[in-house]
């Protein structure tokens, strides 16, 4: 009896005897521990790499916000985007640009939205405020995420597969974290969801904390990937029908490429700036297609077909499928353009502004500022 007493309550023979099972906890606490940090080094790692993309690809939408919102020559549609066009052709008075913007308009528009969109991020340099906005707004979703899925795990007891479960359905679309990738380390070990929540919060905080200094560094360059596909974007939706005027190669402004019915301008060109002259002259063709469909002259399509301005459709395809009304339509941004490059423009054709071809002289006398202020107007009164 004595010695029966004496086995149960001797706290070294208690021990003793409970030694086996201590070693399994405490074992089980170590590789439990282990686990743990395992499973938080490789979650965060991944979420490294997922928020990284992530901010990458929001900062870029916010840009393209910016730019639809703020930017001058990218914030209206497609005829407040040519009004910019001409205005820093103008400007730069260069005529291979001109040439390079009357010859190849989609190219030029496309180059043009490039450069506006990188030279006003330059100007405005917004970039590391988007990253770090973004970024904080992750660690939000994120710690949002982890304790959610902590809570509803412990209410009911659950695994490290339903925290993760959880966990990844809270993130939602907004992050590429593939349930599937994190299956290497759901391991059952892993008991104390409470000190699992603690090891990833960490982890989650140096993951911040190192992309925060990488954006530090990050340049447009870095980004220079998505910032296309804005770019893409912005051309998609700022160009419409690519069509030009057989004459002339004002740009149809029909904003639907590939759309039904005629192709269309308000505004031709004096069709010197094609180099066009009149028949068997070098004298170029200071007249513009309005009004050339209104006079007895012919298109000259060979020596032996000549059609009527008139009658400009019977020319087929690409005339019959324009839409030139007979009026008197003009800018007098061309007129400045003609008058202005008379020489560059001979020489660019071997052909002279004489004879039929000679320059009024109203248009010697327009100056560039009142040129662009006529679009202007027209700009102000059609929006
Ligand atoms: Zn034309
Ligand atoms: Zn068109």
Known sequence: MHQAFRK????????????DDYFKTFQTFCQGATTVAIFADFLAS???TAIHQAVYTKVCLDIADLMQNNC???????EKLEFHILKELAAKQNFQAFQMYINFPKQYFEEFITNSVYSYCKEND???TFLNTRLR???CLLLKAIATATSKTKDIGGSVVMWLDEFCSQLGGELQLGR??????????????GFLTESVTKALENVVESLSKDFQKTSLKDIEHGMSNIIDILIEQLCGCWEKCPFCNAVCTNTIPGHDGDHSVPFHRPQAVTGTTWYKTN????????????SDCSIVLSESNKIPYKRYRDAGIPYSQWSITADNSSLKYWQWYVAYFRENLESSYKSKFEGRGNIPDTWTKIKKEEALSEIGKRLTSNS
């Open 8 to 19: 149960a309550s001797d706290p070294v023979i208690y021990l003793g005897k409970k030694r």
């Open 46 to 48: 991944k979420l490294q």
């Open 72 to 78: 001058q020559a990218l914030n209206g549609n497609r």
């Open 126 to 128: 917004n970039l590391k």
């Open 137 to 139: 707004g992750f660690q």
């Open 180 to 193: 599937q990738e994190l299956k290497a380390v759901e391991h059952q070990e892993i008991k104390d969801i």
């Open 283 to 294: 004298y170029l063709v200071t007249d513009i297609c309005t009004s050339l469909v209104a």
